[in-house]
C-alpha cells in the first residue's frame, strides 16, 4: 500500500507559441526529475517494498534505537493476526528517531517475499503525553550461563503438569512461542528449527537419550492442551512421528507465566491486554543451570545441536 498522495497537476496560462510551452514542461520535468526528496517528515518518507503490505495501527509502548526496532502494541488486523505487541524492525532510521513510548502511530506491516518483516509508512497520529512510561518488563532478567533455573510449574499438551525439575539429568533446550503468531521468521521459524533439531539428533541415539525440547506458550487463554497438541502434531512429517517424547509443548498460569518470562528474558507485560512478544531460546544443563541463552533468531539448528553436546560433556 502506497500513501504518497499524487503530485499536484501543473497549468500553463501561457498563450504564446506552442514551441515555448513545450520548453517550459521540458523545463518543469527536468526540475522534478532533478530535485531530492524531503525526508524530513516520516510522512513524505513513504515507501513501497515487494511484498505483502497490511495497514496497522497502535501504541508504542518502546524503542530500541540501537537495535532499529520499536515494540507496539497493534490493534487486529482481520485476515493477518490477532491484537498483540511485539517488537517491529523499522528499517528507517529517520522515522525511528522520532517515535516515544506511548505515541499513536499508523503503518504498514511488510512481509517481504523472503519472510522477513518490518514497518513502513510509519505516521505518528498523536504524540504521547510527557506522563507515556515504558512497559514495567523493562527490567528484565538477563539469563547468564550458571544462573540455577527455578522450578517452574508447566501444563504440557496432555494438560499434564511438568516441573522444570524433571528435566535435570538432561540438556534441555526451551524456547517461547504462541501457536497464532503470523510472523515466518518469530514462531513459525523457532519451532521448525526445534523440529529440526528433534530429527537431526534423533541420528545420534547418545545426545536424544539426554535431550529434552519445550516450547512454552505465552499465550495461555488460546493455547490450551487441545491447541498446542494440534500445533506440535504439524511438525511430524519433519520429526518422524508425534515428537511429544523428547518435545515439550506448555503453558502455565498466567501468574507463574509472569515468573516464567521474566527469569528468561522475555519481553511479557502482564499490565498490557495483549501479547507481548519477543525472542528467547535457552540451553540448560544437566544441573538445571543456564549454559547459553539466546535474544534472537539468529542461531541456526546446528549452533542448539553443538550447545547441548558441549553441556553433556561438562557435566
Avoid at 490493534?75 to 516515544?100: C, E, R, S, W
Wanted: proline fraction near 8%.
Amino acid at each position: 500500500m502506497n500513501r504518497m498522495k499524487s503530485p499536484k497537476a501543473f497549468s500553463l496560462y501561457s498563450s504564446r507559441a506552442l514551441s515555448v510551452g513545450f520548453l517550459a514542461i521540458c523545463c518543469l520535468a527536468f526540475a522534478a526529475c532533478s530535485s531530492k526528496p524531503n525526508t524530513e517528515s516520516p510522512a513524505a518518507a513513504a515507501t513501497s517494498s515487494p511484498g505483502k503490505h497490511y495497514a496497522m495501527k497502535g501504541k508504542v509502548l518502546s524503542v530500541a534505537k540501537d537495535e532499529g526496532s520499536a515494540t507496539v502494541d497493534a490493534d487486529a488486523i482481520p485476515g493477518f493476526m490477532d491484537a498483540m505487541a511485539m517488537p517491529y524492525p523499522i528499517p528507517d532510521q529517520k522515522v525511528l528517531a522520532t517515535l516515544a513510548p506511548g505515541d499513536e502511530i499508523t503503518a504498514d506491516v511488510v512481509i517481504t517475499p523472503d519472510g522477513k518483516y518490518h514497518l513502513e509508512n510509519v505516521v505518528v497520529t498523536k504524540k504521547a503525553s510527557g506522563g507515556d512510561a515504558k512497559p514495567s518488563s523493562q527490567n528484565l532478567h538477563t539469563p547468564a550461563p550458571g544462573d540455577k533455573v527455578p522450578d517452574f510449574a508447566l501444563v504440557n499438551q496432555d494438560g499434564k503438569k511438568v516441573d522444570m525439575d524433571s528435566f535435570r539429568g538432561k540438556v534441555t533446550l526451551v524456547t517461547f512461542i504462541y501457536t497464532r503468531c503470523p510472523f515466518p521468521d518469530y514462531c513459525p521459524l523457532v519451532s521448525n528449527n526445534f523440529a529440526q533439531i528433534y530429527a537431526q539428533a534423533r541420528s545420534n541415539p547418545a545426545l536424544f537419550s539426554k535431550l529434552r525440547l519445550v516450547s512454552i506458550s505465552f499465550d495461555p487463554t488460546h493455547d490450551t492442551p487441545k491447541v498446542l497438541r494440534a500445533y506440535g502434531k504439524t511438525f511430524e512429517k519433519t520429526t518422524g512421528g508425534e515428537p511429544f517424547d523428547h518435545w515439550q509443548f506448555a503453558t502455565a498460569a498466567p501468574k507463574e507465566l509472569e515468573k516464567i518470562t521474566n527469569f528468561f528474558g522475555v519481553l511479557y507485560d502482564p499490565n498490557q491486554k495483549d501479547i507481548v512478544h519477543s525472542l528467547s531460546t535457552s540451553v540448560i544443563g544437566p544441573q538445571g543451570t543456564i549454559y547459553k541463552w539466546y535474544d534472537d533468531n539468529s542461531w541456526k539448528p546446528a549452533d542448539l545441536l553443538g550447545d547441548a553436546t558441549q553441556a553433556l560433556s561438562h557435566s
